[in-house]
């Protein structure tokens, strides 16, 4: 993962370098959006690391292997896709946590229902929603997506 960031890091640096040739203020001015948007998601990523610092230590990769394991099956699927549902933040707070879940032993495809009903279905968010659009609308979607994500945790299966 360290080597994908620096080729990321590198890509972008030779593409400013560029952009600074072509249009030093529009440059200068996407860097000091670029620095005020790390200012706002330092919070978040230290917040992501702490809880995965935390999963790390009180949960041991035998206990998460016991409930998101491939042994388990159709429930370690469940497991995943429940627990995504009910976690609440932005997608890529969910990532570090799936690579933690990965490394102790989980099930992937319990752990592609945990991503993707964390970025796709809000249990916690379903109130608002409701009040916005309507309960049904909230429920089908919610509900379709819990679905889908099950769904495409067994494809994922299969495929690896």
């Known amino acids: 993962m360290f080597q994908?960031?620096?080729?990321?890091?590198?890509?972008v640096t030779v593409g400013y370098l560029i952009l600074l040739r072509i249009d030093r203020g529009r440059t200068l001015l996407s860097l000091q959006t670029a620095g005020r948007s790390l200012t706002r998601l330092i919070p978040?990523?230290?917040?992501?690391f702490g809880l995965v610092g935390l999963f790390q230590v009180f949960l041991s990769p035998a206990q998460v292997e016991q409930a998101m394991g491939a042994s388990n099956g159709w429930l370690s699927l469940?497991?995943?896709g429940a627990v995504g549902a009910v976690s609440i933040g932005p997608p890529l707070a969910a990532y570090p946590l799936a690579g933690s879940m990965l490394e102790a032993g989980a099930w992937p495809p319990a752990v592609a229902a945990f991503v993707i009903t964390w970025i796709s279905v809000g249990i916690i968010t379903l109130p608002f929603e409701a009040s916005v659009f309507s309960v049904r609308y909230a429920l089908l979607r919610n509900g379709i997506g819990f679905l889908?994500?099950?769904?495409?945790?067994?494809l994922l299966g299969v495929l690896l």
């Open 4 to 11: 994908i960031g620096l080729i990321y890091l590198f890509i």
């Open 44 to 48: 978040l990523l230290v917040a992501v």
């Open 78 to 80: 469940l497991v995943g």
């Open 148 to 154: 889908m994500a099950l769904l495409v945790g067994l």
